[in-house]
C-alpha cells in the first residue's frame, strides 16, 4: 500500500494512509520527498513549497492559508495553516448541476406500509411525552407493557424521552412542537401514545394543531392530570395499540420510497476520502432510483457551499440554500460566538486542519445529485431527490432532525467512532479499518477498504447497498442491539 495519497492533481499537500516517520523518503510524482517530521495517519504532508498566505489546495479546492512558510516534506496542520473564511458573503446562480446519469434497477426492500402511503422500516411502539415531567411516566407504562402483553411481534417499544414542552419561549417552544409532531407521523412508528401532563406550555391540544392529520387508530392521545390513574390508563391504550399492530406485516416495496439521511462525526484525514464519497455515490444512486436523500450539519457547509448552490434545481432553491448559509451565521454572531470554531479537537487528531477541509469532506455525502428542496427545522420531506437541512452539527440533535423530516434511516460516517443512535436506526459507517477492527460493537459496516486496497469504489458502493437494504428489511444495527436510541430537540433561547 502506497503510504500517501494525492487527493487531486492540484494539490500541493497529500494525505499520509499511515503514520510515516521524520527521515522517511517518499516517491511523490517521480521525485523523492525527504520527510521533514512525523506525520499521523490521516494528516497532510506539503509535496512543494509553499509560501506565507499562499493557499493550501486539498479536494482541489482552498483548505486554508499558510501561516508560515512551509517546506516540501513537512507536516501541514494546525500549528502552520489558519482557516480562509469570512463574514457573510454575496452570491450569484450559476448553476452548474448536470442529471444523473445512473441507470434505474429493479430494486425493493420489504417495509411497512402505512395507510398515508408513508413506508417504515421498523414496526415500533412509541410513547411521546409532551413535556420532560412525564418521562418517568411514560418508562412505568412501558414496563408494565413488557410485563404483561406479548410484544414479540414488535420491533422495539421506546419512550421518546426529552426535558422540553415547557418553560420555553419563541422558536424553541415551536421547535419542540414541531418536532415532536413530526416523531408522532413518522412511519417507523406503528403506534404511538402521546402523554400529556395538562399544564405544560406544549398542550395536547395546540400540539395536534401542529401535526395537522394523523392515523387515529395509530395515534392516542392522554393528559394525565384528567385521569385518576395515569400509568393504568396509559396501559391500557398501548396494549390496544399492541393488539392492532399484530396485523402488520412486511410487504416488498420499491426503493424509491426510501429516505435516508446524511450525516458525519467525530471525522478524520479519512472521512473525505472514504466514507463520505461512498455516501455521496450511495446518495447519487438512491436519488436515481427515485428516493430521497438529506444533507445537514450547516456549519459544517461553510467554505464548500458554492458546491452545493450550483447544484440548485432552480433560483428558488439557491436563494433558500444561501438563507440557508448566511443565517445560520447569523445565528452564531446573535450568540456573540466565532463563526468558524470548528473543527473539534477529535478532528484536528484525525487530520483535519480548517472548517473549510472538514466541509469540503463534509459535503461529499450529498453526491453529485441536483439539489431539489432546502428544509427548514421540523420541516417534512416534500420533494423526492437531495434535501438539505436546516441543523446545526451536533450530533444527535442533526440525527434527530433528520428523523423528523420523515428519513427512516441515517447514515453516519466516523473516523473516531461513537456508540450513540437517534430515535431511528442510525448506521455508523467507519472511514478506517483500524477503527471498525477496534470498534465492532460500535461500527455497523466499514469503508477504510477503499484505501487498503482491497475493493474500488464501485464495488464498495454495490456491497453498502445490499447492506443497506438487509437494515431496512430489518437486520439491527449495532446500536440497536444495544438499545441506544435517544433524541435530541434544538434549543437556542432562554428558559422560564
Known sequence: MNKILHIHLNDNVMVALETISVGAILDVDASKISVQSDIPQGHKIAIAPIAKGEHIIKYGYSIGLAKENISTGQHVHSHNVTTGLDENLEYQYTPKGQALTIPKEDRTFDGYVRKNGDVGIRNELWIIPTVGCVNGQAKLIVDQLKAEADTSHLDDILVLSHQYGCSQLGGDHLNTQKALAAAIKHPNAGGVLVLGLGCENNQVSQLQEIIGKWDKERVKFLISQEVEDEV??????????????????????????????????????????????????????????????????????????????????????????????NGFKDYFRASEQPIYENPSPGNKNGGITTLEEKSLGCVQKGGDAIVNDVLDYGEQIKTPGLNLLWSPGNDLIASSALGFTGCQMVLFTTGRGTPFGSFV??????????????????????????????????????????????IANGKKLKHELTNFKEIAIFKSGVTL
Open 425 to 470: 436506526p442510525t448506521m455508523k459507517i467507519a472511514t478506517n479499518s483500524k477503527l471498525f477492527n477496534h470498534k465492532q460493537n460500535w461500527m455497523d459496516f466499514n469503508a477504510g477498504g477503499l484505501v487498503d486496497g482491497e475493493v474500488t469504489m464501485d464495488e464498495l458502493r454495490e456491497q453498502f447497498t445490499d447492506f443497506l437494504i438487509e
Open 232 to 325: 393504568e390508563t396509559g396501559l391500557e391504550m398501548v396494549k390496544e395499540l399492541c393488539e392492532k399492530m399484530k396485523a402488520d406485516k412486511r410487504e416488498a416495496v420499491s426503493v424509491a420510497k426510501l429516505k435516508i439521511g446524511l450525516k458525519c462525526g467525530g471525522s478524520d484525514g479519512f472521512s473525505g476520502i472514504t466514507a463520505n464519497p461512498l455516501l455521496g455515490r450511495f446518495s447519487d444512486w438512491l436519488v436515481a432510483q427515485g428516493g430521497t436523500t438529506v444533507l445537514t450539519e450547516v456549519p459544517e457547509m461553510f467554505g464548500a457551499e458554492t458546491i452545493l448552490m450550483e447544484r440548485a434545481e432552480s433560483n428558488e432553491v439557491f436563494c433558500k440554500t444561501v438563507d440557508l448559509i
